[in-house]
């Protein structure tokens, strides 16, 4: 396994940055994440934060692994990579989870999420954003997890078990698929509210 960041000046952190973990799971971990996924309800996603609906803005479907004594192991392997990541990029004031893992779905007949940012009306506790790529890319076609830094948008390398932070703020999106299936797991990690 290694970690790697996209940029970073001494003594001077862009908060625009990303950091990742290529193989931060095991293969089986994976299966079994996935597995975990498929066993709770699957749903169209929604937008809008306390009034969400459904839209073509965002065309995927979701399930929530809620944490139990079965799905302890992936929250705790999860905030152990983010401890790590946090200290050595943002040093952000987090405290912990406050959504479930969100267990992802894009279908290749245009299934995307349009640039947004984690943060929003009653949203305002995420400091880092966490995206687990569960799919082989070889699997789909487009899906790109891409982050605009304010000069230019970045793709975040497409690769099975590479585990993404970046800050919630930053605004990103998931290209339209054109064929396959590309699976993830989101959450975020939270602290006390920007103001």
Not at 60 to 69: F, G, R, V
Not at 128 to 147: F, R, T
Request: proline share 4%.
């Amino acid at each position: 396994m290694s970690k790697q960041f996209l940029f970073k000046e001494r003594n001077n952190v862009n908060h625009f940055n990303y950091y990742f973990y290529n193989k931060a799971f095991t293969p089986q971990e994976l299966i079994d994440i996935k597995e975990l996924g498929n066993e709770f309800p699957m749903k169209p996603a929604e937008v809008g934060g306390e009034e969400s609906q459904v839209t073509d803005y965002r065309v995927s479907e979701i399930s929530w692994i809620i944490e139990t004594e079965k799905t302890q192991w992936l929250y705790d392997k999860i905030a152990k990579y983010a401890d790590e990541a946090n200290r050595e990029m943002w040093n952000f004031d987090i405290w912990g989870y406050h959504d479930s893992l969100q267990f992802t779905n894009y279908h290749g007949n245009g299934g995307h999420y349009d640039w947004h940012a984690d943060l929003g009306p009653g949203i305002s506790n995420r400091k880092l954003s966490v995206v687990l790529q569960l799919s082989n890319p070889k699997d789909y076609e487009g899906g790109e997890l891409q982050l605009n830094t304010g000069s230019n948008i970045v793709s975040v390398p497409q690769e099975e078990g590479l585990l993404c932070f970046f800050p919630s703020f930053v605004l990103h999106r998931v290209t339209p698929l054109s064929s396959g299936l590309r699976t993830s797991l989101v959450t975020w990690l939270c602290g006390a509210n920007l103001r």
